[in-house]
């Protein structure tokens, strides 16, 4: 079969280890299998949280308590996995127990669908472990974050490393999500290729004339919007200092909540409205009505390998936008798609200056005639096409 034939891959068995549950905010993980899943049986198998994860957060109390494998629609099964030891990420003797029982779940479930030689495509590092035990046809690590700057821990960086040299070693394609972590990966495995995120189909579709949504119909404008999960990768002195500075600007956060602390903090301020977790095929309306999208991350070792999904939804809508300087986004400035602010100064300077351009048609039809060649599909179809070049050649 000649690569450039290859549209979608097809007729395979894929059992996907994601790091996010099904219906939690859509990244790489929902959008790759979704597409895939029209011409290709897919398990993907969700977050695997420890007994300790429903008392620390929120988010893990309120999961739905789905019973086992579920069908989402023809060809997409999703399973939960039953709640395991805690620290795996800390101690390897744990994850290894830990990814042993995820095994024999996984086990079960392939003899149920009738599941035989799957690709195994692995977000999770933490199950470097199930390589090579399934008779899987070809193996990936697609990395969609610096896991192992995650959190500012030597031992659980050490193990994560461990378990990721262990990837290296063992998988057939590396994905990486960014160029900082491509150019890691690269030195040590040949097939290492960059995907970065892409545009969602719904919010490339979304009628613009729809109707506001009910819970921000009494928030004044303008409105400065971020969606996403509020957690430690906000840079919460910045927001702070936004609030406090322009007051007459109401700040809107749309995402689950973990860092409740911080949230705690800033309620204090009347211009700021966490309006909670939305569906999927919701967001699009909160979007629109936006009238500058935010990215206001820290800038550290674990943000700067991230390529943010939200810049691409932001973008579809051609909604202007301004963000910290990321790695992955600075290309967008650098094409005048988007702002980025060095400092907190700059930050507000550049939504200003987005206020008071009163923006013409060109600037939102660029930024959707970049998204046009960036979407999801883009994407499957280029990660199609390596799969079945590397099936082919090691055939």
């Known amino acids: 079969m000649e690569a450039e034939k290859i549209k979608i891959l097809s007729g395979k068995n894929i059992i996907c280890i994601s790091t996010s549950d099904w219906d939690s905010h859509w990244g790489s993980r929902q959008h790759i299998m979704s597409i895939l899943s029209k011409k290709n049986c897919i398990l993907f198998v969700e977050y695997q949280a420890s007994i300790l994860h429903p008392l620390r957060y929120k988010n893990i109390r309120k999961r739905k308590k789905y019973n086992g494998l579920r069908k989402i629609k023809e060809r997409l099964f999703v399973y939960r996995p039953k709640l395991n030891l805690p620290f795996g990420y800390y101690l390897n003797c744990i994850n290894k127990i830990n990814q042993k029982y995820l095994l024999v779940q996984i086990k079960r479930i392939m003899d149920k669908l009738n599941i035989k030689k799957p690709i195994l495509w692995i977000f999770a590092p933490c199950s470097c472990e199930i390589v090579d035990k399934l008779n899987e046809e070809i193996s990936i690590y697609h990395c969609i974050d610096s896991f192992k700057n995650e959190k500012l821990n030597s031992f659980r960086r050490n193990t994560i490393e461990r378990m990721e040299r262990k990837l290296l070693e063992k998988t057939d394609i590396i994905f990486a999500s960014s160029k900082k972590i491509y150019e890691e990966f690269n030195s040590f495995h040949k097939n290492t290729f960059i995907i970065s995120s892409g545009a969602d189909n719904d919010f490339l579709e979304y009628k613009l ?106 973008l579809s809508l051609g909604k202007p936008t301004v963000a910290t300087p990321l790695p992955e986004i600075l290309s967008l400035s650098n094409q005048n798609l988007i702002k980025t602010a060095e400092n907190k100064e700059e930050f507000i300077e550049s939504i200003d200056r987005y206020l008071n351009e009163k923006e013409g048609h060109e600037a939102k039809r660029q930024r959707r005639a970049f998204v046009l060649l960036n979407t999801w599909q883009n994407r499957t179809e280029r990660i199609s096409e390596l799969i079945s070049e590397y099936i082919k050649n090691n055939r």
């Open 209 to 314: 004339e729809e109707e506001i949504p009910v819970d921000m119909q009494n928030i004044a404008h303008p409105i400065i919007g971020f969606v996403g999960t509020f957690d430690d990768r906000l840079d919460i002195s910045l927001i702070e200092y936004l609030l406090h500075k322009e007051k007459k600007w109401s700040f809107v956060f749309i995402g689950s909540v973990i860092d409740k602390k911080s949230t705690t903090k800033l309620s204090k301020y009347k211009n700021i409205h966490f309006l909670g977790f939305k569906k999927k095929d919701e967001l699009p309306a909160y979007v629109k009505n936006f009238d500058i999208c935010t990215i206001p991350y820290k800038v550290n070792e674990f943000t700067q390998g991230i390529s943010p999904v939200k810049v691409y939804e932001y």
